[in-house]
Each structure stands twice: as C-alpha cells, then as structure tokens.
Nanobody
Framework: QVQLVESGGGLVQAGGSLRLSCAASGRAFGSYAMAWFRQAPGKEREFVAGINWSGANTYYADSVKGRFTISRDNAKNTVYLQMNSLKPEDTAVYYC????????????????WGQGTQVTVSS
C-alpha cells in the first residue's frame, strides 16, 4: 500500500512559477515510477510528466515540455514538479501517481493516487 500527499499548489499569475511536491509513504519508494497528471474542469485527467524508478528517465507532455521539470529524491520519498512560465491553460487539479518501475502514459496504468492539489494561473 502506498499513500501519496501532494502540496505546493496555489494561485499564481501567468508567467510565474510553482513547485509541487508529492510525499510517498510505504516501502520500496525507490522501485516506483512516479507521474504527475492534471485535470481541468470538464476535461479528462491527462498525463503531465513522469520519472522512472531511478530518475534516469523523464517524460513530458508536449504542452509542458521546456517549462516543467520533474525530479525525485528517493532519500526523502518525494517527487517534485517545478512549473515555470505558467499559463492560464495550466489551471487544473494536479495529482501524483505511482506504478512499478517504468512510467506509463495512461491513467489506468496507475494504482495509487494522491488527493490532488489545485493550481490556478490568472491571466
């Protein structure tokens, strides 16, 4: 069983930055791939970024590539999402999720989810 708790969301102006954190409890954090998804009102939950178990491989949705950076600290059981140059269309609830070893791009590939943190970007 894995429990995930996100933090770091908030209200920011367009062009600003936020850093999301996701703290995981449970064993073998270092063997999990971690991902961030987001869901805007009336839209499907979509993949934003993912990082494999070692941190050696990262993946990004085209919409955030070059602006967002995912990283992890296995000693702290925490994954981060640094979000720069934020746009109003980045407004959503952001969720972290885990699965074994490798990153998946689909929501149904992840068994464990956090409760989400709201990110609002004003224009």
């Amino acid at each position: 069983q894995v429990q995930l708790v996100e933090s770091g969301g908030g209200l920011v102006q367009a062009g600003g930055s936020l850093r999301l954190s996701c703290a995981a409890s449970g064993r073998a954090f270092g063997s999990y791939a971690m991902a961030w998804f987001r869901q805007a009102p009336g839209k499907e939950r979509e993949f934003v970024a993912g990082i494999n178990w070692s941190g050696a491989n990262t993946y990004y949705a085209d919409s955030v590539k070059g602006r967002f950076t995912i990283s992890r600290d296995n000693a702290k059981n925490t994954v981060y999402l640094q979000m720069n140059s934020l746009k109003p269309e980045d407004t959503a609830v952001y969720y972290c999720a885990v699965r074994p070893l490798t990153v998946g791009w689909l929501r149904n590939e992840y068994a464990y989810w956090g409760q989400g943190t709201q990110v609002t970007v004003s224009s």
